[in-house]
């Protein structure tokens, strides 16, 4: 509790850090997708002759939820390494980096997907009351970066290959997580094997939510939350019994 209040105000700062590195600023948070989309909306659509007239929404979508968890975890996984020299001159948890990296990506995110809402609704996918379950899905899609970026922040300060290991890792998921193509057109025997990444099943709730107005299935959201929690035990535990170490190991 007594780190909170740093937590906080040091997320903020990493926001305004972020903001200021850049002659867009703020901007850059809703640029990047859009060029996210452009390209894959180029490719899958006008090139292979892919998708409908929802297309586009569909994309941006699943980009702006897959940038959300690629920074954070990304970040987060090297924040420890990355803040050796504050460490060398202070003690604190090292949770507490990890904590401020998930808040700031957080806070990113909901001004992002407030936009994004918008957009949707411009497009001609008129506001329903499914959009009170939005918050729901929110939490769920926090919870599983939070255990992958704890797992992460725990394991490279003191393997720094496994940097390597999350890249691929990453490129795997996103292939895996149906940002760009519409899972529920596959067949049920690759179905199966896709919606064995969390991330899948997030993308489809929110499309079915947004864009189909239907509910989401709680049972699966149920599941993933689960598995997220037993990771993220893990994740800090790790982090608090290897606190002091992990110092040594990056200064």
Known sequence: MQYLELIYYRAL?????????????????????LLFMAIFYLIFSA???LGGNGFLVFLLIGLTLWKWFQSTVTRGAT???ASRGLLSQTYFPKYVLVLITILAGLLKFLIVFGVLLGFVHVMGYEYHYTWLHLPVLVLVMLAIIVAFTSISAAITPFFPDYGIILNNVMLLLFVMSGVFYDISERSEEIQQILYLNPLALLLREFRVILLDHNLPDYVALAWIMMACAVVTVCGFLALVKFDRAAAKAVI
Do not use: C, Q, S, T
């Not at 002659?23 to 850059?28: F, T």
């Open 79 to 81: 924040i420890i390494v």
């Open 47 to 49: 090139g292979f002759r």
């Open 13 to 33: 700062a990493e926001i305004r850090a972020d903001a200021a590195r850049y002659y867009l600023g703020l901007l850059w948070w809703f640029i990047e997708p």
